[in-house]
C-alpha cells in the first residue's frame, strides 16, 4: 500500500521593503473587473524624492476599451486603512514551491470621466499659490480682524504681472521648504485657542485630584521611567542648589527641591516630578528641538519621545523635518506644567514663579488659570514686597470666569 502526500510549501519573508518595491493590491469602487488582463495598469509616483511627505506618493491608474480608472495612496480619496495596518501578499513560485511574502498597499481605483470635474481633482490642485491658500485659511477660520485685513489688502492690490509672478515663484519656494502641515500650524496658532491646549479636564469629579488625573500628565510607565532622575534630584546637596539658584535656575523646581519630604514615597514623588517639570520648563524656553535634547540631564527615551510628541510641531525646512516649540506648544507647555505644580503642592501654584521660568508674561499665565477654572489669590498690599506672589488653587466647584470681550478701539483719522 502506498500513501500519496500533497505537495508541501515554504514561506520566504522577502524582509522590510521600500515604498516603491510594495506590492500593490487594487480594489474598484464600482462592481469586480471579469478580466484583468484587459486592463493597463501604470503607476506614477512623486518626483520630489527629498520631501519625506511627498516621496512615497503613488498613484495607479488602469486604463480599458470602455473606461479608465485612477486610485492613489494620499488625499482625499486614498485608503485610511494604509495608515492604520500592514497589509502582505504572498507569490507563489511553482517551481520551488515557496511562496514569498511581500508588503504590499492598497489602492481604491474610481472610475474617471474625461470631461467630468471631480471634487477631488479640485482639493488635489496643486497649482495655488502660498499667499492663496493661506487667504483661503483666512476666509474660512479668520477673525473679524483678519478678513478685513484680506478685504484692504486686495483693494490695494498691485496689479503687476512681473510682481504676481516673482511673489507665485517666493510662495512655492516657501511651501517647499515649510511644509503645508506646518503652515496651517501656523495659521491655527493665530487663532490663540488656548482650550484646545490644556491638559484632559474631569468637570464631574467629586475631590480637587481627580479634576486633571496626574495620570493624564505622567503614565504609571512614565513615571517608573523618572527613577533614575527623580534619584538624582533628591541627592543635590544645598549648596548645589545654592549654585542652582545663583546661575538662574528654574525657581519653581528649586522651591519643592529645598523643601523636600524627610523620606517615604513623597520624598521620591516629588523628586520625580520636578525632574520632569524642570524638562518641562527648559523645552519651553527652546525654539527648534535636536534629538539630543535632554540627554546631558539623563532624559529617558520614554520621556523624550512623550516632550517631542506632545509638546512640539513638526516642520519640515532645508530637506528635513525640524521639531519646533510654537507659541501654541507653549501656552500647552504652561497650562501641563501648572496641573503638575497642583500635585506638587496640594492643588496650590506659584504662578509668579512659574511665568518667570517659562519666560510668558503674567498676563498669559493668569489667561491660562483662569482657562483651567482655578481660583486666583494675591498678598494684601501690606505684605514684603518678595511676598507678593499670585497663586492659582484647585477648589470645586471650578470657577467659571467671564470672557473679557471689549476690544481696544482704533482711532479714526482726521
Known amino acids: 500500500m502506498t500513501t500519496s502526500m500533497a505537495a508541501s510549501c515554504s514561506l520566504v519573508c522577502c524582509g522590510e521593503e521600500s515604498d516603491s518595491n510594495k506590492a500593490v493590491i487594487v480594489r474598484f469602487s464600482n462592481g469586480n473587473v471579469n478580466n484583468a488582463n484587459s486592463l493597463d495598469f501604470t503607476m506614477y509616483k512623486n518626483a520630489d524624492e527629498n520631501n519625506p511627505r511627498k516621496k512615497s506618493r503613488r498613484i495607479v491608474v488602469a486604463e480599458s476599451d470602455r473606461l479608465s480608472y485612477v486610485g492613489n495612496n494620499f488625499g482625499v480619496g486614498s485608503m485610511k486603512c494604509n495608515n492604520l495596518c500592514k ?149 543635590l546637596t544645598s549648596e548645589e542648589l545654592k549654585k542652582m539658584r545663583d546661575e538662574g535656575g528654574c525657581l519653581s523646581v528649586l522651591k519643592f527641591l529645598e523643601n523636600l519630604p524627610a523620606a517615604g514615597e513623597a520624598r521620591e514623588k516629588t523628586a520625580r516630578c520636578a525632574f520632569y517639570l524642570s524638562l518641562l520648563l527648559k523645552l519651553a524656553r527652546q525654539r527648534s528641538i535636536t534629538r539630543k535634547f535632554g540627554q546631558e540631564d539623563g532624559c529617558p527615551r520614554v520621556i523624550q519621545g512623550k516632550l517631542f510628541r506632545t509638546f512640539t510641531a513638526e516642520s519640515f525646512k532645508d530637506g528635513r523635518i525640524h521639531n519646533m516649540v510654537s507659541s501654541s506648544m507653549k501656552v500647552k507647555l504652561a497650562a501641563f506644567s501648572l496641573a503638575l505644580l497642583l500635585h506638587m503642592g496640594h492643588m496650590t501654584a506659584d504662578l509668579t514663579l512659574l511665568h518667570r521660568d517659562l519666560g510668558v508674561t503674567e498676563a498669559r499665565m493668569i489667561e491660562i488659570a483662569k482657562s483651567m477654572g482655578l481660583t486666583l489669590s494675591k498678598p494684601a498690599r501690606w505684605k514684603a514686597a518678595e511676598d507678593e506672589h499670585r497663586h492659582a488653587s484647585l477648589v470645586l466647584p471650578l470657577v467659571k470666569y467671564d470672557q473679557f470681550m471689549e476690544r481696544r478701539k482704533r482711532k479714526k483719522m482726521r
Open 87 to 235: 497589509y502582505y501578499v504572498g507569490v507563489l513560485n511553482k517551481q520551488t514551491m515557496q511562496m514569498e511574502v511581500h508588503s504590499a498597499q492598497l489602492f481604491n481605483m474610481q472610475p474617471v470621466i474625461p470631461g467630468e470635474e471631480t471634487d477631488t481633482a479640485t482639493a488635489l490642485d496643486t497649482t495655488q499659490t502660498y499667499r492663496d491658500k493661506v487667504d483661503s485659511l483666512i476666509e474660512a477660520f479668520g477673525t473679524n480682524k483678519q478678513k478685513r485685513a484680506l478685504s484692504s489688502r486686495r483693494l490695494n492690490q498691485v496689479g503687476s504681472d512681473t510682481l504676481n509672478q516673482a511673489v507665485a515663484k517666493a510662495a512655492s519656494s516657501v511651501i517647499d521648504q515649510k511644509g503645508l502641515e506646518a503652515l496651517q500650524q501656523e495659521v491655527a496658532d493665530s487663532q490663540e485657542d488656548i482650550a484646545l491646549h490644556l491638559p484632559p479636564c474631569s468637570k464631574e469629579a467629586d475631590r480637587a485630584e481627580n479634576v486633571y488625573l496626574f495620570d493624564d500628565l505622567l503614565s504609571p510607565a512614565e513615571f517608573e521611567a523618572l527613577e533614575q532622575g527623580g534619584s538624582k534630584m533628591a541627592a
